[in-house]
């Protein structure tokens, strides 16, 4: 496994604009492609897992309201 994930982080590594002049000709498409795909990939999650976070801490404030208006009112 851990052989997989070095070579998926080389390939990747490898389509970074830093290496244009190195990549063989016949792959240069793909392993930008791989690139920006996985860049596109790794936006997305983090923009999904912050609506995540969003939507649990407007749940937690709604909850949070919702206990504070539930209890009794102090008697003057």
Known sequence: MWRSIVMAALVYAYGHPKF??????GMDRALQGFYVDVNKAAA??????????DEAAVR????YVGNVEAEPKPAN
């Open 44 to 53: 997305s999650g983090r923009q999904t897992l912050g609506q995540f976070d």
């Open 60 to 63: 937690f404030v709604k909850n």
């Open 20 to 25: 244009d002049g190195y990549r063989p000709a």
